[in-house]
């Protein structure tokens, strides 16, 4: 089966086919035929994050230019698009309510025009799905699962494919939010997250002592704006110039507290649990820090996606499609389908059992 998938949740208007198939129970294997991003960081680094009507006015611009690519990379023409492809996918939430309805609007026209059955997919699951590229075959239940981005981090255990525990999340900023913050207040521009972690490669991650908020608590909640705070507090005694001779060490230690509280959490989650496998997906997987610490320190195998699809992509929103499309779990996946099912819905969650 061949899906094409649409990605337009946050800031990156992507596009992507995918061939899957199973080999076994929950076992399958993906080939990804074409995957086109085109990203909205330089118009969004101005402002020190996105602004979600910019974004989905870049979209518009974009998705054409982008579908087009794509098809060129999988050597398919546009009248082919019914006998090629077998499915659509879509974003559907969570995400910019802008930028989301006009993805799943291109969807809408193009499963018109093409009569494919869509399904309207949780960006969610398409990082947790985006595991399955590399270790299919690896991974085993139950599995537990660290969202971690920018706009979530979450502990989510699985008892089986869409069988999730919600364990605990963030009470307030996301650890990629913390790490775009704190970027700013360094004067390292945007995302922060992988200038972060270029700063700090030549710094001393104990320079500083800052916090770990909730690294001790007996839960699996996080909160990070309590270190976002101590690092404003500390560079405002500091002069410009200070905060640019002493950036490594800054950028090092506050990366450090991240990864540390992540990886204590995540460790102690999966013991009390029993998990045979732990996957992390998400912009924030793509830390080499965070790589590094966690498969050295875990018991069970530890997986993360590849690193072009730790961020948003298309690609993974097909590969979670494609569960979706043989468990039935989507809101739809036959032609003809009821058009209002298929709806954007910005605050979209994972369903828990």
Known sequence: MKILAIETSCDETSIAIVEAWMVAKNTPKFKIVANTISSQVKLHAQYGGVVPNLASREHLKNLIPVFEETLKKASIKKQDIPKKIQLLAVTVGPGLIPSLIVGVNFAKTLGLITNLPIVGTNHLEGHIYSNWLDHSQEINFPALNLIVSGGHTQLVLMKDCFKYRLLGETRDDAAGEAFDKIARLLGLGYPGGPAIDKASQNGNPEAFKLPRPMIDSKDFEFSFAGLKTAVLYMTRTMTSEEISQKTPGIAASAQQAIVDVLIS?????????????????????????????????????????????????????????????????????QAGWPWEQIEADSNLQLKTS
């Open 265 to 333: 959490k995540t460790l102690g989650a999966a013991q009390q649990y029993k998990a045979k496998t732990i996957m992390v997906s998400g912009g924030v997987a793509a830390n080499k820090k965070l790589r590094e610490i966690l498969t050295k320190k875990s018991t069970v195998p530890a997986f993360f996606p590849p690193i072009e699809l730790a961020t948003d992509n298309a690609a993974m929103i097909a590969m979670a499609a494609y569960f979706n499309f043989l468990n039935k779990k989507s809101p739809s996946v």
